[in-house]
């Protein structure tokens, strides 16, 4: 029973180009959050996503940040025109319902370095 | 908008002596507090949480006290050991799924 698995572990990107970042919940669960956490500090909560919908963007920046999870296929993290300030690790958590009675099981996370 | 804070952001014990972190939350609403070991490069990864109708929990070595009444939470560490050594973060949760995570405490200890 896999958990919440991520990849790439590790992405390099230049400046301008797209990042994307994948994850594959845990079997069953159709319930997916992404957080983003910057050098030195805590996890911040970017997005949640059921099967095919959004359900609450708030901590996603308004600009060159998507996110989407589609019907078959893993949850995708998208970043367009990659800057340094994106340069951080992105870890995802899935749940088989709404929320989880307790903390989260996080992906290994991709870490992500802009050049 | 919510927030929590954590102090130290950094600790350095020697081994076998307490540690404790401790943390404050803003948002009255908050029910629910894990606390997370993060190891260099890797996951955090969930080592004790503490519902808000609960004022304290123990496992082993490690236990979570909670006053609600500050907004305090705490995370104690008894008889540490070198393989202790992580950063340690304090979260909260008011609704069903968002968590505000605080700054992290570096904890060290020394042999």
């Known amino acids: 029973n896999a958990g919440v698995m991520q990849n790439p572990r590790h992405l390099v990107r230049r400046r301008g180009q797209e990042a994307r970042l994948r994850c594959s919940p845990m079997k069953g669960h159709s319930h997916v959050y992404w957080y983003r956490q910057l050098p030195e500090e805590g996890l911040k909560f970017m997005v949640y996503?059921?099967?095919?919908?959004?359900?609450?963007e708030s901590g996603m920046p308004k600009e060159r940040f998507s996110a989407e999870f589609p019907k078959e296929g893993p949850s995708i993290l998208r970043i367009q025109q990659v800057v340094r300030g994106d340069s951080a690790a992105y870890f995802c958590?899935?749940?088989?319902?709404?929320?989880?009675?307790?903390?989260?099981?996080f992906g290994s996370g991709t870490r992500l370095t802009v050049v | 908008g919510e927030n929590v804070e954590q102090h130290p952001s950094t600790l350095s014990v020697q081994e076998g002596d307490s540690a404790v972190i401790k943390c404050t939350y803003s948002?009255?609403?908050?029910?629910?507090f894990p606390w997370y070991k993060q190891e260099l490069g890797k996951r955090p990864q969930l080592i004790i949480d503490i519902r808000s109708n609960v004022g304290e929990k123990k496992d082993q070595r490690i236990a979570v006290t909670l006053n609600k009444t500050a907004k305090h939470f705490s995370l104690h560490i008894t008889e540490t050991q070198p393989e202790d050594s992580a950063v340690y973060f304090c979260?909260?949760?008011?609704?069903?799924?968002?968590?505000?995570f605080g700054t992290g405490t570096r904890l060290k200890v020394l042999a």
């Open positions: 979260a909260s949760r008011a609704g069903t799924y968002k968590y505000i």
């Open positions: 958590a899935s749940s088989l319902n709404l929320g989880a009675n307790y903390g989260y099981t």
């Open positions: 948002d009255s609403a908050s029910n629910y």
């Open positions: 996503l059921q099967k095919e919908n959004i359900i609450d």
